[in-house]
């Protein structure tokens, strides 16, 4: 049974940064594509990072990330993380882990297979 985890979530002042994990049980991150969206209140969950399996390593940002968010994964703990620098107050929401085990990463939240709970970013200005 795959569990995805994700923790590091909090309240955090416009400019600040936050590290958000995700660790996975039952699916190694390396094997397949991974992935974190993002959902703010009454709003579809949207598309913030990827990364392919390894050893492609290949990354995708979204456009409003690009530049203060770096995702990274490490093979040997098995999360997938996400540190986020700059935060803007737009940035607000409930961050998902995503993997899809037999698909290139994608920015449709449809074709990922497996889903964390969330954790909640909150960024003040």
């Known amino acids: 049974q795959v569990q995805l985890v994700e923790s590091g979530g909090g309240l955090v002042q416009a400019g600040g940064s936050l590290r958000l994990s995700c660790a996975s049980s039952?699916?190694?991150?390396?094997?397949?594509?991974m992935a974190w969206f993002r959902q703010a209140p009454g709003k579809e969950r949207k598309f913030v990072v990827s990364?392919?399996?390894?050893?492609?390593?290949?990354?995708y940002y979204a456009d409003s990330v690009k530049g203060r968010f770096t995702l990274s994964r490490d093979n040997a703990k098995n999360t997938v993380d996400l540190q986020m620098n700059s935060l803007k107050p737009e940035d607000t929401a409930v961050y998902y882990c995503?993997?899809?085990?037999?698909?290139?990463?994608?920015?449709?939240?449809?074709?990922?297979?497996?889903w964390g709970q969330g954790t909640q970013v909150t960024v003040s200005s």
């Open positions: 039952g699916l190694t991150v390396g094997s397949a594509a």
């Open positions: 990364i392919s399996k390894w050893p492609g390593d290949s990354t």
């Open positions: 995503a993997a899809a085990r037999w698909r290139v990463p994608t920015v449709n939240p449809g074709d990922y297979d497996y």
